[in-house]
């Protein structure tokens, strides 16, 4: 069955910390992953975007990382800032002719000042 | 460039009665998605259009849940009639061309079913 496991489902660190947010997945074929941030009312916002051969991808203080052989990923948070507190939705594309993403219940990230 | 745009932001009817969402896709993007999010739970895929044509509409329920992109720009998704466990909230994205490429999602609506 193909899905998308994020851990852990809720995290609160304190401003100015860092954090890893893990994502496992078991969908074959495997296009991209991608990671999204979704503010409360807001759609998600794409972060990163990562294909088989990528394992390393960053946007300013977000790192993402891949490794298409464990089928894992994880997003780390450098210097986090109020502004960080969203949930983070791992998302994998599933390379076939359906071209489905299927989608991580997410992680919801509290960084308190 | 404008955003994808739904309305409306917010929706509050009594079960049984119909309801409509209103998505408009960045310009230029083909592809466009209608997905529905629990509260805590992630995006699921409603339907899928390539231009007009409905491509992957395997998760609508279609005996309630409906949708038209008519002229292959705006679309439209409307539930007749609505149950109580239809509350959550109805995002659309669009993207570029197919699902390969990144897709942009508007705000939501967020449906609340009494």
């Known amino acids: 069955k193909n899905q998308v496991e994020q851990s852990p489902q809720s995290l609160i660190i304190l401003e100015g910390k860092n954090c890893t947010l893990q994502c496992n997945y078991t969908v074959s074929p495997f296009s991209n992953l991608r990671w999204y941030k979704q503010d409360t009312g807001r759609g998600p916002v794409s972060l990163t975007i990562?294909?088989?051969?990528?394992n390393t991808k960053s946007n300013g203080r977000y790192t993402a990382t891949l490794d298409a052989d464990t089928k894992q990923s994880s997003l780390h948070i450098t210097a986090s800032q109020l502004s960080d507190s969203a949930s983070y939705i791992c998302?994998?594309?599933?390379?076939?002719?359906?071209?489905?993403?299927?989608f991580g219940s997410g992680t919801r990230l509290l960084v308190r000042p | 460039e404008a955003g994808v745009v739904q309305s409306p932001r917010y929706k509050i009817i009594e079960k049984k009665q119909p309801v409509a969402f209103w998505c408009n896709p960045i310009?230029?993007?083909?592809?466009l998605y209608w997905y529905l999010q629990n509260l805590g739970q992630g995006p699921e895929l409603l339907i899928r259009?390539?231009?007009?044509?409905?491509?992957?509409d395997s998760q609508l329920p279609k005996d309630r849940f409906s949708a038209e992109r008519l002229k292959g720009v705006d679309s439209t998704l409307k539930i007749q009639p609505a149950e109580l466990g239809d509350s959550a909230v109805y995002l659309c994205a669009s993207s570029r061309r197919g699902v390969k490429d990144e897709q942009f999602f508007g705000p939501g609506t967020r449906l609340t079913v009494l």
């Open positions: 310009s230029g993007h083909n592809t």
């Open positions: 990562m294909t088989f051969s990528e």
């Open positions: 998302v994998v594309n599933r390379m076939d002719s359906s071209y489905k993403l299927i």
């Open positions: 259009y390539e231009n007009e044509e409905a491509v992957d």
